[in-house]
Antibody, heavy 120, light 113 residues
Framework: EVQLVESGGGRVKPGGSLRISCAASGLSLKNFVFSWVRQSLGKGLEWVSSISRSGTTIYYAESLRGRFTVTKDNSKNSLYLQMNSLSAEDTAIYYC?????????????WGQGTVVTVSS | DIVLTQSPDSLAVSLGERATLNCRSNQSLLYSSNNRNYLSWFQQKSGQPPRLLIYWASTRESGVPDRFIGSGSGTDFTLTISNLQAEDVALYYCQQYYDESYDFGPGTKVDIK
């Protein structure tokens, strides 16, 4: 069964950092493009970042560039999102998603998400 | 920047009837070189992640019932749910992947009348 499982979410204070993870099973990260999408009450669904199969090409939402960093470890079949200088606006459910093969930047497989709350 | 608007905000439809959801973009999502519209539709049920229903504006994702039909081109798109079922109660989002913001629309809520 194909599955993406996010972890590492939690409560963090404004200005803090957090790294969330996504473990893939039933498919290999090195064979597909993966992304992070977040969902908040205020902004709805928002694309965060995408990483190529090799990990050498990474795209970020303009508003997040410089604070968020995506990496992956193909040997562990895991994806990571390092988030720095967090503010209340980053409070959201963060989803790990697979880009639909052959269709760039739309998403056919979603994890259940991990909740990040930025609050003092 | 591309901005997507969806209408109506919500609608209630009787079981077995048709629901019509609209998505409008302030810029064309039709890429002339391949004649494809860079628009998807997602369904999100309560407590679940979104599910891809339609891509390229009208191509149904594998496993999606054929009562879900995507149509439209350029700036105006429609998701039609024919023969509405109880399990279709959800939020529906359109998403553009024409430009690098890959934005989602604000959503339309579908309920049973």
């Amino acid at each position: 069964e194909v599955q993406l499982v996010e972890s590492g979410g939690g409560r963090v204070k404004p200005g803090g950092s957090l790294r969330i993870s996504c473990a893939a099973s039933g498919l290999s990260l090195k064979n597909f493009v993966f992304s992070w999408v977040r969902q908040s009450l205020g902004k709805g669904l928002e694309w965060v970042s995408s990483i190529s199969r090799s990990g050498t090409t990474i795209y970020y939402a303009e508003s997040l560039r410089g604070r968020f960093t995506v990496t992956k470890d193909n040997s562990k079949n895991s994806l990571y999102l390092q988030m720095n200088s967090l503010s209340a606006e980053d409070t959201a459910i963060y989803y790990c998603v697979r880009d639909l093969p052959g269709v760039p930047h739309t998403f056919d497989i979603w994890g259940q998400g991990t909740v990040v709350t930025v609050s003092s | 920047d591309i901005v997507l608007t969806q209408s109506p905000d919500s609608l209630a439809v009787s079981l077995g009837e048709r629901a019509t959801l609209n998505c409008r973009s302030n810029q064309s999502l039709l890429y002339s070189s391949n004649n494809r519209n860079y628009l998807s539709w997602f369904q999100q049920k309560s407590g679940q992640p979104p599910r891809l229903l339609i891509y390229w504006a009208s191509t149904r994702e594998s496993g999606v019932p054929d009562r879900f039909i995507g149509s439209g081109s350029g700036t105006d798109f429609t998701l039609t749910i024919s023969n509405l079922q109880a399990e279709d109660v959800a939020l529906y989002y359109c998403q553009q992947y024409y430009d690098e913001s890959y934005d989602f629309g604000p959503g339309t809520k579908v309920d049973i009348k």
